[in-house]
Structure formats: C-alpha cells, structure tokens
C-alpha cells in the first residue's frame, strides 16, 4: 500500500499535485483611467497588456504559455490583464490610445505612454520578456 500511497497520493486516492509558483501578479484592466495610469507609470517601466478572449481556444493556450514565460526575475513586471468580454468598449480604447489594432489574444507593451511592442496569438509566447525589464 504504501507504493500506491506514494503514486496516486495521501487519502481518499487524491493524487498529489506539485504547486508550481507563479511569478505574474495580474492586475485587471476594467477602467478607462487605468490608461492614465499605465500612461504615467511607463514613464518609468514598462507596462503589460494582455488582452484575452475567455470563450477563444487559443486565447486560453496562449495565455498558459504566457504565465509561464514568467520566471523569478520577471516577478516585478506590471501585466494588466483585459477580460475583451465584459469590458469591449476598453478593448477599444486601449487599441485607440496606444494605437494597435485589435487582437485576440493580444499582449501589448507600454513605454514612455506609447507601444513599444505587441504581439497575437502564438507569437506572444516568443516574447523576450527581459528585453522590457
């Protein structure tokens, strides 16, 4: 019994499961003056968007290999996460003001109050993320 114990975990047959540490802290996106804010703090870092579609197969692949592009030293980065579902119209807004055109999914990159970067779909997981550190 005690192999099983070791293989399919503790009582009741639950199997063990690895916590794997996350090193992305989403901040939600949900107001237009959040755009101020990300506007002004990327005067001094470089701020994240990732915009995701909830109901978009490849918007939820994408959005795993994004968290976990993530490492130790990425923990400092500021991603804001938009849910395009319930807020469009700031889906629009932030194509507006930071002057990208729509995508799903989509991770765009702040600097100095303008986009210095975006990517779609699969090429979001090629991003460096230590080049906006």
Known sequence: MGILKNIFGGKDGEAKKEEKKT??????????????TIKQQS?????????????????????????????EKHQNL????????????????VGYTFQVMHQSPQLIIVKNGVTVYHASHYDISLTDLSTFM
């Open 23 to 36: 090193f992305l802290n989403w901040i939600p996106l949900r107001t237009v003056e959040q755009l101020n």
């Open 78 to 93: 500021k991603v804001y996460y938009l849910d395009l579902l319930n807020y469009r119209d700031l889906s629009a807004e």
């Open 43 to 71: 005067k001094k870092e470089s701020i994240l968007i990732f915009k995701h579609s909830t109901r978009c197969g490849i918007s939820s692949m994408v959005i795993k290999r994004f968290e976990a592009l993530f490492t």
